[in-house]
């Protein structure tokens, strides 16, 4: 038996072909545009899932369940997202079942940052924590929350937009409509955003010869920073004390064991990174909540996501194998 | 049999007797100074529990169990606090033992606001809402959090600390240390501190008169809103406001069903603060986080957390009434 794990991010797409013991075979990462909508978006993610099988001599048959996670809030019963902030024209479109069909194969839909915590915490930094926050830094920012050992959905399956709680409520627009909140403060784009104002400001940034065609990505600045630009580090530096301030109410209302640092922008510059978040949220926490608490970035790399869709398809295929030696 | 449930605010001292189905045959409110430290507080909340029996006729030997809440973040396996910003003195003092020494009856040591929580959702506004969290807005302000039917402790005990969390990193100095959080924005003393400042920088407000002694409580300022006074009432809707940004970062983060708003000054003012919290709850949280909440005032009054003190001593108390039945 086999399964897939598919992350659809802002910006990339990943695939994983895993076997029952979550052993990853083969891997696609390939650049994506979540902006492009759902039709033309999965119809780029069928393409790359058979990619993944054909280099590996499988077919669809050969698959028992195939997990799926996005950038946005997820109603798991529903499967689909509703008015996901980075995700404009997927809001109510039944990505579950239009997958599902187009595969004929059992489909999960998760939040990317949920599949995230349960990756690092089945396979990853998090093995054995009961309370864990995955905070997922890329384009936006979100977070999976694993409490008790399981993901905290809420009520009606919106949990973990950690991308809009307000750190400073006279800070910067954000893309929601609100001032200062994280995502507008501490993620990729946030990032990018600050840089091209300092460029178009005059500053005489290194960075700029990146922008030759007037884009400039969270992951440009993030390299600028690791190659030694000391402007391309303050951004970085300040992205992180903004996280930092974030994590540290969150760690003052949740209590949690340990959080845990993912996404492009993370691995990218690392501690210039985690060490502002890191300072910041050992300032800003209550000693009693914060006293056991341990900040670790993500192992699993690239693949948290991806490996939390193979958690979510294993236990899909799994129950779908008890159910027919019941029958 | 009985039990008696007991609030410990950091500036009031609630006790009830309540019989096995829950209702209050008694109660006791009196004014209290959490600050006095263990020992002489606990020998004042002594004499009220016994002032409470003999009003009632009973004695210690008719009482099953006693529930105790405190306005600090409690470790309940040890059953004290560890470093309660607004308890001074209190840290690692061993109160529920030290009470249950004292009157050989079986105790329990919570939050005050994770037992409002319960208590709205055993007996107040709260029946069947799974997802809830309870805001205690007093001296300092607390959060109690409920999720799927259960209070949510964390990883050590300490969750619901949400008078620290940042809404500005700029803002007002707070007594954790640090700047912008809400305890320091919407609190009691938050109210009481802003009055102070603008009588001293000369405003001419009515409030001022309540200033003769040199102390003002923000129980004072939002008396003086609820009369008419308009400076005092520009304060507490600020302070609402401040408390809708925080409500509404928590909102996006947790997505609860409801969110029940209790303590002191929120009874005192009503609509005049809860409207400005709904207004801003509103437009600062996602709308799929959003769509089904419910933003209620607590309905038990300053019952809220002597309720679910009421709640845990009764599970108390049944647990060992199961347990001598086994014997």
Redesign the interface.
């Known amino acids: 038996g086999k399964v897939v794990g598919i992350d659809i991010g802002a910006t990339h797409l990943t695939t994983v072909l895993a076997d029952f013991s979550a052993q990853v075979l083969y891997e696609i990462d390939n650049p994506f545009d979540v902006s492009q909508g759902p039709k033309p978006g999965l119809a780029k993610v069928d393409a790359q899932v058979h990619a993944l099988l054909e280099q590996t001599g499988h077919t669809l048959d050969g698959i028992q369940a195939i997990g799926v996670g996005v950038p946005g809030?997820v109603?798991a019963e529903r499967g689909m997202v509703?008015?996901?902030?980075i995700m404009p024209g997927w809001s109510n479109f039944p990505i579950r079942e239009y997958l599902q069909d187009l595969w004929a194969t059992p489909v999960t839909l998760n939040n990317d940052a949920e599949l995230g915590a349960l990756g690092e915490w089945a396979y990853g930094v998090g093995r054995g924590i009961?309370?864990l926050l995955y905070i997922k830094v890329g384009y936006g920012i979100g977070?999976g929350?694993l409490?008790d050992g399981k993901i905290?959905?809420?009520?009606?399956?919106?949990?973990?937009?950690?991308g809009?709680?307000?750190?400073?409520?006279?800070g910067p627009l954000c893309s929601?409509g609100?001032r200062g909140c994280l995502g507008a403060m501490a993620s990729g784009r946030a990032i990018a955003e600050r840089a091209k104002n300092l460029i178009e400001a005059g500053y005489n940034m290194r960075l700029g010869k990146l922008s030759s065609n007037g884009k400039i990505s969270g992951l440009d600045v993030a390299s600028a920073a690791q190659r030694g630009d000391t402007e391309a580090q303050d951004i970085v530096r300040e992205a992180g004390d903004?996280l930092g301030?974030?994590l540290?109410?969150?760690v003052?209302?949740?209590?949690?064991?340990m959080i845990v640092i993912g996404g492009r922008v993370t691995r990218v510059v690392g501690d210039l990174f985690l060490g502002p978040v890191r300072q910041t949220i050992k300032?800003?926490?209550?000693?009693?909540?914060a006293?056991?608490l341990r900040i670790n970035a993500a192992v699993l790399g690239h693949r948290s996501t991806s490996m939390g869709a193979v958690v979510q398809a294993l236990t899909l295929a799994f129950y779908r194998l008890i159910e027919e030696d019941e029958e």
Chains 1, 2 share one sequence.
């Open positions: 809030p109603v509703i008015a996901p902030p009961s309370y977070a929350l409490f905290y959905h809420g009520a009606t399956g919106s949990a973990g937009e950690i809009h709680i307000t750190i400073d409520s006279d929601c609100n903004n301030i974030a540290a109410s969150l003052n209302m949740m209590n949690p064991q300032e800003r926490s209550l000693r009693v909540a006293q056991d």
